[in-house]
């Protein structure tokens, strides 16, 4: 996922005012990375098998964004009552002046990075990241505060290792295709599309903790007035969560359809994601708050310079629209 975009852009320029907003019988939703990384895939199921209309939402468009600081932006100038963003661009928003609560724990773990090399690498783990190049895609981006924390893992500092900026994950690949990086950094689907031709030194679920990596955000305005919407889109994307994790296989099919990848590519991302569990956490969350992965991740985007100062999430979460089996929150 990528990190923040700057938040201090003047909202609303009137082409996107006039693109996001929706008529009376239906809605837009604002999710970022939807149709390109593995988070907003839910969204996607939920569209396809109705279940925003069946929970009570007459949701029939998404709106993509890359970050969650633009997914942000765009609920704002577009008057949207629901959005997907990263923690952190959220508490940057806060920070700044917007009237946000976050309404839901949405992506619990960041499952869906590998770090992979060529077949004939001499790196087997972690340990042989000492004096390689490592690729991220941008700085103070998830993937570059990941490459810290794996050679904090190895034992290592984050001077062993060159860090090298890809500008994004498919460029990462080309980079470790030429020998420009020794190690690339691949986030589902990337990974399964390009898992016969490299071969994975680590998983983010075998070394790192839970971290959590987006969340669902609502205004003050909308959470006062659009109370039942909201609700209804969390109870839409559970029912989401609840299909992939019953029927991975067709997920994946609705899956390729929207973000328009192989078949085969979006089952093996579905299949890997609703099976992974990082400490018995698992990737896509039902909307129930886990306080120590949002508190670890604020931590992780805190030390590569993506937010700064203090957070009091207490004061940022709103748990009254999730369901009741689901409202008190985990630490």
């Not at 633009?70 to 704002?76: E, F, H």
């Not at 100038?77 to 309404?103: C, F, H, M, R, S």
Request: hydrophobic share 45%.
């Amino acid at each position: 996922m990528r990190a923040l975009d700057c938040f201090g852009h003047a909202l609303g320029a009137a082409a996107l005012s006039a693109a996001l907003l929706s008529s009376a019988s239906a809605e837009n939703i604002a999710v970022s990375n939807y149709g390109v990384a593995a988070n907003a895939m839910p969204y996607a199921v939920a569209l396809e098998k109705k279940f925003y209309q069946a929970q009570g939402a007459n949701v029939t468009g998404i709106i993509s964004s890359q970050g969650g600081g633009t997914s942000i932006r765009n609920m704002l100038a577009g008057g949207v009552a629901y959005a997907e963003a990263n923690p952190g661009a959220t508490a940057v928003a806060i920070q700044q002046g917007a009237d946000l609560k976050i309404v839901s724990d949405n992506v619990l773990t960041v499952a869906e990075f590998v770090w992979a090399v060529k077949p004939d690498s001499p790196i087997k783990s972690i340990k042989d990241f000492k004096g390689k190049k490592i690729g991220y895609t941008n700085p103070r981006s998830t993937s570059q505060a990941l490459a810290i924390l794996l050679l904090q893992a190895a034992g290592l500092q984050a001077t062993d290792a060159e860090l090298v900026r890809t500008g994004g994950f498919g460029e990462g690949v080309a980079a470790l295709d030429i020998g420009a990086i020794d190690v690339a950094p691949m986030a589902e689907p990337v990974w399964s599309k390009f898992k016969g031709k490299y071969r994975a030194v680590v998983a983010a679920s075998d070394v790192l903790p839970p971290l959590d990596n987006v969340v669902g955000v609502t205004t003050s305005a909308a959470a006062a007035s659009r109370g039942d919407f909201i609700r209804a889109v969390i109870r839409a994307r559970r029912q989401a969560v609840d299909f992939m994790n019953a029927n991975p296989d067709e997920a994946g099919d609705i899956v390729a359809k929207a973000y328009n990848i192989e078949p085969a590519v979006a089952r093996s991302a579905v299949r890997s994601l609703t099976t992974s569990r990082t400490k018995g956490i698992p990737y896509w969350g039902n909307g129930q708050f886990h306080l120590d992965g949002m508190k670890r991740m604020m931590d992780v985007q805190k030390m590569v310079g993506a937010i700064s100062g203090e957070f009091d999430l207490a004061k940022m979460i709103d748990t009254s629209f999730l369901p009741d089996d689901i409202k008190t929150p985990k630490q």
